[in-house]
């Protein structure tokens, strides 16, 4: 069974940082772009990072200068650093991976369950 695994979530101080990690589990042969998403209490989902195969990468406005992401094509993992915390970046975090491919299935995309990122002001 494939999916995404997320961790890595928890309270942090404003100002403070955090690194969400997340993983693919099973027989992967390939993904193609990983993203992260959030979303905070009350409004829509919103992309705030992207991470290509080949390593490009995009932010949202708002975490850009702040967050980093990172992937680990090994490890089928991505990361997301995040520094300088605002109360606003509190929201649950989603792993999104595009064009994931197994040894038997090929999927267009997965979704992880979200891991709660709460910052204190």
């Known amino acids: 069974q494939v999916q995404l695994v997320e961790s890595g979530g928890g309270l942090v101080q404003t100002g403070g940082s955090l690194r969400l990690s997340c993983a693919a589990s099973?027989?992967?042969?390939?993904?193609?772009?990983m993203h992260w998403y959030r979303q905070a209490p009350g409004k829509q989902r919103e992309l705030v990072s992207t991470?290509?195969?080949?390593?490009?990468?995009n932010y949202a406005d708002s975490v850009k200068g702040r967050f980093t992401i990172s992937r680990d094509n090994a490890k089928n993992t991505v990361y997301l650093q995040m520094n300088s915390l605002k109360p606003e970046d509190t929201a649950a975090y989603y792993c999104?991976?595009?064009?994931?491919?197994?040894?038997?299935?090929?999927?267009?995309?997965?979704w992880g369950q979200g891991t709660l990122v709460i910052v204190s002001s």
């Open positions: 999104h991976a595009d064009g994931v491919t197994t040894r038997t299935d090929r999927f267009l995309e997965l």
């Open positions: 099973g027989t992967i042969v390939s993904i193609n772009d």
């Open positions: 991470i290509t195969t080949g390593g490009v990468t």
